[in-house]
């Protein structure tokens, strides 16, 4: 007979693929107590896009599954046609199985068998299950690296796995070519692979296996101009293609049902959701905004009407033990602005209050045995009490939430939602330094939950920890972390009467002083950090703190406690060898640190910033007050223009060049630093900035003499200019408010500063001798101007404080500018 499968992977690491023409591997899916879905595709080469190297007609692959790996008791087998409409994928179902246990199967196709797979069944509903042990996963960028979380994941003792979505992330090109190819490429993963291979899978979709933050049928983007629900069923279609699912979940065009119960005895009952093809669009223009408006519209929905209705329902006749939620988004409240105001992300549950009320009140009324919700999609471990209202304290604790890390997918978020935890109290733990995913062990006194994350998620083999475990007991809402639960280093950072501090940079170096890791400190003075075992120097850096070093051996298995007490800055001081804290730092330690026990100041001595070329040294790079990290790109202090700056580019001023910067006093009741340089297009122009920071004093004196050293009249327009990089950036200019318009105007100060903030609570400012000035600026930049007329040999001296203080109690944030 001649092959029907000729053909070799052409473009593929054949050693990194399984034989062809079983290259992808084989999974299984959906598991009940009496059948489970067999998943494979016949592909020779899976960087062929058209036919996967297969020729364009039918094949027939035999399947059998077997009470043993050896095949020697086979349960059942069949035949299953592939074909090229379905890019030869396989889905077949084997039934009439025996409830909770374990089998093997695979497939034969041309004579060549696929490599074994294992899978199970579950426990019968109604009857008895003393444990169960799964994992759940999500967000699995290609680009984020070669999936070492699913290495460890395969190691694991569990009985299926849920995917709560993102198993792709897709392109402009929404053809369902495009979808095909993605999925191919994503299974030549090994260590995918494997998963799929050791244990059945449950999938539900977000948005990436469409397209990012789509909502029912509108768009999250451009796309590539086809119409977006032909995208969406090439989409569904090749999701369904390429995972083992029932055909219940089978697409027809652009709508399929995915939503479902999944029974595990009596202990535990999952809802799976969908919460991509039913929501409403999301408010405001989606984002991470303030919520106004119709984010309240009782209407809007997450699931749509009747998928919310199905899930009450379930809730309300589940007779299970613990009764689970299995979606997308976290449901928990988060604010990440830490003053009056509030500041969510639309596209998550917080996009939605009304939809996630009739749930969470419904929980609360009915009380459902031990609600658990599983979320996704935001790349960071959390856990969360879910509460009827997140605004109060006091207000119950009525479910818990646990969020999975991404297998792969990073989190440019992390400081943004670390900045906002003190706000949100109802965090119970949140870490987005890692990637992995979370393991759980559930029996009918307590549900276990092990968060595991990878030390680094581009390298194929990264060790992989638990960087905490939590608890929650049987009738008892809320979880609580186990004191024997996790790995690495743990510790808290506290002063010296034992007051912990937040906002504390903890860095990790070997003993030459390479760097290994680095955190910051939660609202509660306490970090997690991740190291092999070995001995290192941990570093705690604090503003307002001296920094304290401790030498610590970390332990192979467990954790390792490290407690840090700080002392607080007594005296002012200009010092290199420093940083200032914070996620937007730049400065290096050869720059120069100025601070004393508020404030601390970085002025660049020699470190270079790609938006100011060849001017950055003598100029501020980072800045923090006390309890808070950096969230300043730079002051441009000063400039002298030629020609009044104008336009969106403003800011960037590139006309005074320091050749020197010297601390002329290192500490004391106060220090000084001094830039010497000269400005760039006024000619025979020297520039001298002396900083000078005094203990006590919440600012650091500026002050610029320009100096006229030729024959002739300069006239020029000098002054400041402040860029915020942080979450919620916006300018305050005083007797105007706050802009946040996206285009610079000009505006009249009515008193003699300039300001910005963000969401953490921190104002910076510029507080001048006068108001002999005009302000030109926007949302996330603001800078000074006057005209200044120098004669040969006539000086001008411009004077200001550049301000950091904190702001998180006052209803405006530019108050406090007011009264310095």
Known sequence: MTSQLLGTPAQADTAELDPAPFTLGVASGEPDDESVVLWTRLCNDPFDVETGGIPAQPVTVRWELARDEDFKHVECSGEVTAVPESAHTVHALAEDLK????????????????????????PAPGTAADRMRFAFVSCQAWAGGPYPAY??????????????????YETSNGSLEEFRRLYALYKTSPDLRE???????????????????????????????????????????AFYEHLAMRTEQRAAGPDALMYRTLKYGRLAQFNVLDTRQYRSDQALGDGRKEPTGEVYDESRTMTGPEQERWLLDQLDASPARWNVIAQQTIMAAFDYDLGPGQVVNLDQWDGYPAARSRILDHIAKRKPSNPVVLSGDWHTHWVNDLKTDFTDPASPVIATEFVGTSISS??????????????N?????????????????????????????????????????????????DGVSGARRRRDGGDGLVGRVVDRSGRPLRNVAVTVTDLEGTRIAGTTTDP???FIAFAPAGTYQVIANGVGYEPESREVTIRRNGSTALDLRLDRTTAAYAATGRTVPGPQSEATTSDIILGNDLLALAVSAGSSDGQLPNVTVGKPRDLAAVGHLDQLDWLNLPYASTARPRGGNAWQQLTVRSAAVDIVRAGGTSAVVRAVGAGTQVPDLDVVTTYTVTQGEPWVRAESIFTNRGTAEQTFWTGDVIDHDGLGQRTGVPGTGIITAGTPADFTPTAPWIGMTGLDGQTYGLVYEDTAFTVYACGIWVMSQRQVTLPPGGTFT??????????RDSADPFALLDRL
Do not use: M
């Open 798 to 807: 411009l004077r200001r404080r550049i301000v950091a203080a904190d702001s």
């Open 524 to 526: 509660s003075g306490e």
């Open 410 to 423: 990073g989190a440019g978020w992390d400081n943004d939602v670390r900045q906002g935890l003190a706000a």
């Open 195 to 237: 998963a799929h291979a050791r244990f059945p899978f449950f999938h539900t979709w977000d948005d990436h296996e469409v397209q990012n933050n789509y909502a029912a049928d509108a768009p999250g983007g451009a796309g590539d101009g086809r119409p977006f629900l032909d995208r969406r069923a090439n989409g569904y279609q």
């Open 99 to 122: 409830a909770d246990r374990w089998y093997w199967y695979r497939f034969q196709a041309d004579g060549v068998y696929s490599r074994t797979g294992r899978t199970r069944t579950l």
């Open 151 to 168: 290495l460890d994941l395969a190691t694991q003792d569990v009985d299926f796995v849920v995917h709560l979505g993102d198993y792709i």
């Open 425 to 473: 109290p109802h965090v119970k733990f949140y870490n987005g330094g890692y990637r992995g995913y979370v393991l759980c062990d559930v029996t009918e006194d307590r549900w276990r939950s092990d968060l595991r994350i990878v030390l680094d998620s581009r390298d194929a083999v990264s060790p992989a920890y638990t960087i905490a475990s939590f608890d929650v007991h």
